[in-house]
Nanobody, 124 residues
Framework: QVQLVESGGGLVQAGGSLRLSCAASGRTFNNYAMGWFRQAPGKEREFVAANSASGDTTYYADSVKGRFTISRDNAKNTVYLQMSSLKPEDTAVYYC?????????????????WGQGTQVTVSS
């Protein structure tokens, strides 16, 4: 069992940066692959990035590749999403999630634990 709490969202101008954090409870954080998803109004929740349990492998959606970086600190039970060169189309609620299925899962059903989400708004 793991509980996830996101933070770091907010309002930023296009071209700016934000860093999201996701703090996990429990003692087995390093057993979970971690992912970030996002959901814009009226759209399906979509995959953004994933990080393997050990942190040695990452995977990104094409739409964020080169702009976003996922990382984790297993000592702090925290996963991060550094977002740069933000665009208005990045506006969404961002969710972190934990998975025991696969090394870098990219599908929603592969994640069994979800945070409550944090709003990111990018103004043009």
């Amino acid at each position: 069992q793991v509980q996830l709490v996101e933070s770091g969202g907010g309002l930023v101008q296009a071209g700016g940066s934000l860093r999201l954090s996701c703090a996990a409870s429990g003692r087995t954080f390093n057993n979970y692959a971690m992912g970030w998803f996002r959901q814009a109004p009226g759209k399906e929740r979509e995959f953004v990035a994933a990080n393997s349990a050990s942190g040695d492998t990452t995977y990104y959606a094409d739409s964020v590749k080169g702009r976003f970086t996922i990382s984790r600190d297993n000592a702090k039970n925290t996963v991060y999403l550094q977002m740069s060169s933000l665009k208005p189309e990045d506006t969404a609620v961002y969710y972190c999630a934990a998975s025991t299925r696969g090394k870098v899962p990219t599908r929603r059903y592969e994640y069994g634990y979800w945070g409550q989400g944090t709003q990111v708004t990018v103004s043009s």
